[in-house]
């Protein structure tokens, strides 16, 4: 089992950044590790995703390069860096993983996730 604790959400105005963090504990956290949100009466959707490796992370399209996630395997924590927020990205947004080593833009195929954390972004 793997247990995600995310960190780092907030209220911030449009134009502003956030980090969120996501750490893991439990058995060796070797799997695909991403970030999806959910909006208030919207689906959850995929925000971005990144391999055990770090490389090629991939990212929804409304990202736009604004996001960016890293891991560090040393401390078991995943990190999701949000700039030029807008308030359309104001949500509850969700650190998952999943036992597979291969990409998945699908919340069903995540395995273990995070209690969530909410971002606010005012205009």
């Known amino acids: 089992q793997v247990q995600l604790v995310e960190s780092g959400g907030g209220l911030v105005q449009a134009g502003g950044s956030l980090g969120l963090s996501c750490a893991a504990s439990?058995?060796?956290?070797?799997?695909?590790a991403g970030w999806f949100r959910q909006a208030p009466g919207k689906e959850r959707e995929f925000v971005a995703a990144i391999s055990w490796s770090g490389g090629v992370p991939s990212y929804a399209g409304f990202v736009q390069g604004r996001f960016t996630i890293s891991r560090d395997n040393a401390k078991n924590t995943v990190f999701l860096q949000m700039n030029r927020l807008k308030p359309e990205d104001t949500a509850v947004y969700y650190c998952a993983a999943r036992d597979s080593g291969r990409l998945s833009y699908h919340s069903h195929e995540y395995e273990y996730w995070g209690q969530g954390t909410q971002v606010t972004v005012s205009s």
């Open positions: 439990g058995r060796a956290f070797r799997s695909y």
